[in-house]
């Protein structure tokens, strides 16, 4: 059996108490039965709590209670779980117990990553000093993967390597590398539409010189009124979406290229991190193909998704004159809460995304 992790995968700890955010806001987070049961059994203080905590959701799950701040109910003053702290971290939740770690198995291979929407996480990625996967195999015999044809996966398996190879190329841009990972997706999807699976492993990544567009704004400004008519978690979201918007309109095409101009000088690590962020994204999502063989719109998303922080960091930066680490963390956790882990909105993105043809989509070249 083999697993994989992203190299900074192993060093992450919790911040509690300190963290600049919290995973206890704004979800509903659903209880397995198991805890459920496990409640059933709580010491009498907790048992009190618990009940006043515990709500049932629409679908008649059992799920904990959010405060009128959007805060979960067992959220305690100095930010830490009442469970956790009065009882033991053994009676979570298997959602609680788990964030931010995800486990996704598909047959003989198991992959671990780290949710973006942490903070903490966030900081992990960004200052990596390249997005490394790490593999070990245990030697134990494979799991069956049933209804997934073998070379489907083989040729996600293949492909994905060719694209995160290639996003550690830095002799291209960040543009180019994720353009001619969109390119290879491409050809990709065309053997997946055919089911032509061995053919589908077979493709290089064709890399392309890319030319500055005057769409390149207009594009960024479509992809901020997309993503700002989505279904928010947190109204400060598409608050800050249109900000961006206005703030690009209010530019003319000279201005915006000065401005990418100055950003870029001035915070040279902008390449490296945007690297790390689509590379994650795309260790997180090609190989999820196997559920609706659509890998095409998961690139073209991730490369909006490029874009579109690109522009949120860009507008941070002329706002404060500087980009701030703690804002960009908070850029990259706002965009995976709500469009990462909120299932609708990622389905209208990669709906919205899989149209996009390659040569339609602009990168912001200066
Ligand atoms: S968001 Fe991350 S660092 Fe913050 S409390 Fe949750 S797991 Fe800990």
Redesign the pocket.
Known sequence: MLYRHPSYYPTF????????????RDWDIVLDEETVADYQTAPAPMASHLVRSLTTDEDGDTCFRLNDRGFCAMLAED?LCSIQKEWGAEHLCQHCAA??RFIEEYGALTESSLAL?????ARLLLESPAFVVEESNNGHPNKPFPDIPPELMSSLELSRKKALDVMAQDRYTVWERIHGVLLLAYSVQEDLDRLDYSRAGIHCVPMQPLSASLQAKPFAQDLLRFFSSLEPLRPSWPQRLRRCHDGLDAMCPEEYSLLCRRFEAQFPQWQHHLTNLMSYLIFRHWHKTVNDDQLYARVAWIACSGILLYHLFLMQWKEDHILRLPDEIAIC?AFSREVEHMEENLELALDTCSVLSPASIYYPLT
């Open positions: 700890h919790c911040l509690g108490g300190a963290c600049p955010d919290t995973c206890c930010g964030y931010p929407s942490c903070p903490e996480v956790c």
